[in-house]
């Protein structure tokens, strides 16, 4: 509802959605920018993920390498990717939840919330 009970000034509310529009690409490309890690086997494997949850780069400690048991190395990558892209989720809420409030539900294509 309107103060007063007027109509909405729609130079007004243009230039709001403006703003938001490029509110939220400026936040997006900082996430796409930003790096955030997961780790796991006590740091034993990490994985880096850009906030917007590309996987940049995965380090494996050589104590973690055992021959004759890569299903733990395979597990010890998964869970740190998973740790990382979690880290990602919540950079991207930090970020955009707050751009995205008044969103109607405040889903956008792409992002987990």
Do not use: S
Not at 83 to 101: C, D, I, R
């Amino acid at each position: 509802m309107i103060p007063g009970g007027g109509q909405p000034n729609m130079q007004e509310l243009l230039q709001q959605a403006q703003k938001m529009q490029q509110d939220l690409a400026r936040a997006q490309e900082e996430l796409a920018e930003t790096e955030v890690e997961g780790q796991a086997g006590g740091g034993l494997v990490r994985a880096t993920v850009t906030g917007a949850g590309e996987l940049r780069g995965l380090e494996i400690d050589p104590k973690a390498v055992d021959p004759e048991d890569t299903e733990t190395l395979a597990d010890l990558v998964v869970a740190a990717v998973q740790a990382a892209n979690e880290n990602a989720q919540q950079l991207q809420q930090q970020k955009l939840g707050p751009l995205t409030q008044g969103l109607g539900g405040g889903n956008i294509p792409g992002l987990p919330f």
